[in-house]
């Protein structure tokens, strides 16, 4: 299966709740990042992932937190969900040299916390 | 931390014609990539020019790099109504396992 696939593309939830996004990495590709965009601004990095380990982290709080499996894929939680994480994340894969090919983002999963 | 920022925000063109958009960015880099973003959806990877590289062409995309300037821009010719979206640029520094993002160019070209 070729491309980035992301689970669930919506979700609503309580301020409080704890949310886990899900990600399946393009085929060959070892390396996933996650992304949050806020409605009207660019994507800020929050992590990556590299051979199951954390590999760079953007400025997010220790609630936001991460797995990698050994096939790839990848998951992102938030624990004690506030109204300002609602927001489109994206989830992006790419071989560990970004330099050629950059980076393949799936469509992301919108989550709104009410 | 360096950050691409677009120029200008908006822009409304009709069918046919070309369409211009800035990036300017602040620290040095490794290289700078163009997305392409529909209805809020996920990103479609553009194109991407090295830090060593000036110009590049990809279909009736142009992107220029000034690194001198610390700016790029990327040129879409003969506009399409598909082209219709949000433009970012992205900074990669090379060594830091990210990309840094614009706020973003919303180009409406009109049929």
Known sequence: ETGVTQSPTHLIKTRGQQVTLRCSSQSGHNTVSWYQQALGQGPQFIFQYYREEENGRGNFPPRFSGLQFPNYSSELNVNALELDDSALYLCASSLPDTGIYGYTFGSGTRLTVV | ?111
């Open chain 2, 1 to 111: 931390s360096q950050q691409g920022e677009e120029d200008p925000q908006a822009l409304s063109i009709q069918e046919g014609e070309n369409a211009t958009m800035n990036c300017s960015y602040k620290t040095s880099i490794n290289n700078l990539q163009w997305y392409r973003q529909n209805s809020g959806r996920g990103l479609v990877h553009l194109i991407l020019i090295r830090s060593n590289e000036r110009e590049k062409h990809s279909g009736r995309l142009r992107v220029t790099l000034d690194t001198s300037k610390k700016s790029s821009s990327l040129l879409i010719t003969a506009s399409r109504a598909a082209d219709t979206a949000s433009y970012f640029c992205a900074t990669d520094a090379g060594g830091n396992n990210r990309l840094a993002f614009g706020k973003g160019n919303q180009v409406v070209v009109i049929p």
